[in-house]
């Protein structure tokens, strides 16, 4: 079988000749030109485990650069640790891989630490994972799933009942969520299943009614559950409380016993697939009765005649003032480090790292076994992992550079995904205009451009845009688009439909929500920082008619540092328009008189989690309960703090040790320290029938906005804006002239 899924490229067997010396920036990932390199750091963790330990077979799951402490980092690059100091002098850095495999015969999982000696990758440390932990699911044993469920017995014959043969019978692996019916020491997968009755059709449009269970590691399917149905109230007064005036075909939205029959315990008759093909590739729409392509849209171009205004070497890119390392990781897929603006000739870090390090998408149907589908595409799967191959013209618009990719495949060798990441300019609208309206005032306008740096992922059924945006203003933004095709399962005839949305005859789409957790380690103007929570409050005890608030108009401003760990998890406050600013408390505005900052604006992509606080999804995702959490950061041995859900979540239970529940107890203080930000947004997904058969993008989106940063506006010099391109619509009737705003 094939180790690259279809959104990868190529997959390396050999390594190369190591490079001296091995980066050029200590932030640059084990991925090309660098691929060879987990081919390397596989061969000698193969080496050592047959020289030194018992096991026989080895499935690597993930290899990855284990970065260097920050502080070396800064040093290597000369950034100081505070605006205007010194920088610390470099130090050596190691450069070292961590790696995360699976002993096949035994089952056990285990974590490797392999350093860089000279020309030679050599294991520090090898540590064998507790019972019950278990790294992140391959693609590989995604793909795999599909081919256990049509060869087992049992799966041949209940799809048989419905009418689909074996050929036909296609599965979407997912993390088996919480079921502690089964074993921990097991490596699970739940398979969603669908029917596809052509080569390229929608297999979506055909879900069947049943979910093999499968072990990974034993590769067979070791159970298969029926979701119960539901149907109007007749005796049971299972919803009754709820006011809901239907019943299940079981007593209990609890998981039935293992034992006996599966569709008997279902309480309900057999569902076959429905029929009808909805489909979305272009030759197969044009087969489908009364549709025809719009032949209306004309070419709309992206051109720029003297090239593009940003500088890429190797990692490190370059655009306007501002500077960045961008790079592939397995799991968070774009990671984007040492982030600096130069403020007329001063080089100001404003963020050590900005990245994407959560997320959880919990379902809300309650009937076992829909309970199970919340998945952690983040920790789970790996947004790199999933991450496309991107091509130009349609997923990148204009003048692009890629940035290639790569992880490791169960062999060890290296699955290369080559333009996984774009770079590329946009045109942003306006950036500020003002017009004086006297009788012979002047006006300017300038437009505003911003650099985007873009990966598209694709999770089974969802595709998540991911846009990270630098502006000219000093703003950042993080966009996440959100389409493909929606999770559904197939619904009776006449059946309610209370926790989903009927898309089409047969088709349910249960409602759901997609929960991110956005990672900042902030240095702005260094490493000690304080975040500062804000709240706009009517002027206090000044009722309106008083002395002090006659008008009853008058409104402040009042901040409160978030200063010790059990303090770090806030909630939003919308009555006080709350907001939060990471800020350096040495540096001062020459006027304002307050510390230089960056605000967070989150207010409209905020989404409060509709699972109960003690259910399973609240305590394996601890992050999602709140709008923001402040940890202090800890480097060790093996890194910082990352995962809020921890750094091993498949098959969790509970919240990990290592996960942000635990890491805001204490009084541990969070004042001018190295400290981190998990800013949790999201939407709550009410499938509509237009989203169906592919969803159009929906948009969630996350600024970072300089407050007191600057002396002023940092843009003020861009050059104004004269399109000389631009010209009338329609030629005939238009009067159309450059305008008194357009640069002259």
Known sequence: MSTAPSTATDVKTSPAPLKVPPFKHPLDPLTPDEESLIIAVSLSIRRYTAEKTDIKAIRFITSYLLPPPKKAVLAFLGVPLQTGQKPESPVEIVRKAEVDFIDVVAGDSYNAIVALHGQDWVVDSLDKLPVGVQPQISVEELLRCEEIIRADERVIKYAAEVGIKPEQLHADGWAIGYDDRFPENSRIQQALLFARYGRHENLYAHPLDFIPVVDSVKEKVIHVDFPAHYRPKASHALFEKAGLNVELTVESTKYPSMEGDPVQASGRERLPPPLRSYDFLPDLLEKTDGFKFRDDVKPLHVVQPEGVSFKVDGHVLEWQKWKMHVAFHHREGIAISTITYNDNGVVRPIFYRLSLSEMIVPYGAPEHP??????????EYGMGTMANELTLGCDCLG??????????????????VKNTICIHEEDAGLLWKHTDFRVGGRAQAVRSRRLVIQQIC??????????????????????VRLTGILQVYVQGQNEPNLFGTTLAPGVNAHYHQHIFSVRVDPMVDGLQNTVVETDVLPLPNAPTGSPANHMGNAFITRGTPIAVASEGGREFDYAKDRRWSIVNPKVVHPHSGRNAGYSIMSKGAMAPMMALPDSVVAKRAPFATKPLWVVKDVEGPKGGRVWPSGKYVPQTRD???DSI???????????????LLYLTIGITHIPRPEDWPVMPVEHLRLLFRPTNFFEANPSMDVPGANDKQSCPAFAEGTNASAGHSCAQ
């Open 370 to 379: 829909h309970p199970r589908k919340h998945a952690f595409d983040v920790g």
């Open 655 to 657: 919240s990990p040790a």
């Open 399 to 416: 003048q692009i550079h890629y940035l290639p990719g790569a992880y490791v495949a169960h062999d060890g060798k290296a699955v290369i």
């Open 661 to 675: 529940a635990h890491w805001v107890k204490g009084g541990e203080s969070l004042v001018e320290e190295d400290i």
């Open 458 to 479: 694709t999770l089974a059924n969802y595709e998540y845009i991911f846009n990270y945006m630098f502006y000219q203003d000093g703003n950042i933004e993080v966009e």
